[in-house]
């Protein structure tokens, strides 16, 4: 019986002890803002999805300019006959699979690379110094 005792007077100190700071902390929080403005900058609005509710991916717009910047760029290839390729692209080194400026990598060749989008394939290659 006493450990009842003993055990209620530990909670109560405890609470007399945690219940101000709690308090506190709740007082010192920022507040939140209230207007959130999102500058899409020329890129698609990441918080409008990709997919339907059934799983299906969406063809998003494209307008002329859109298009135009999609023009892929080889700046280099590491290629190894025996093993996993590399090229650079736009900046981007990229791999067989990977995907860039929407177009998915089919294929690194010693001068060109196979890039894949909504099933036409399109070789771009290696841009040489002049």
């Known amino acids: 019986m006493s450990y009842l005792y003993v055990g209620f007077a530990i909670a109560a100190v405890l609470f007399c002890f945690l219940a101000p700071a709690a308090s506190l ?3 010192q929080r920022p507040k939140p803002q209230d207007d959130y403005v999102y500058d899409v900058g020329g890129k698609r609005d990441p918080f409008i999805p990709l997919l ?16 135009e910047e999609s023009q892929l760029k080889v700046e280099g290839i590491i290629y190894d006959k025996y093993g996993l390729s ?4 736009d ?5 067989v699979g990977d995907i860039i400026a929407d177009y ?3 294929k690194i060749e010693e001068n ?3 890039f894949i989008r909504e099933g036409q394939i399109k070789d771009v290659f290696l841009q040489k110094e002049d």
């Open 91 to 95: 900046s981007s080194v990229v791999k």
């Open 52 to 67: 339907t509710a059934d799983g299906r991916f969406l063809q998003l717009e494209r307008s002329p300019e859109e298009e």
């Open 25 to 27: 902390a709740k007082d």
């Open 112 to 114: 060109k690379v196979a």
């Open 86 to 89: 590399y090229a650079i692209v």
């Open 104 to 106: 998915q990598v089919l």
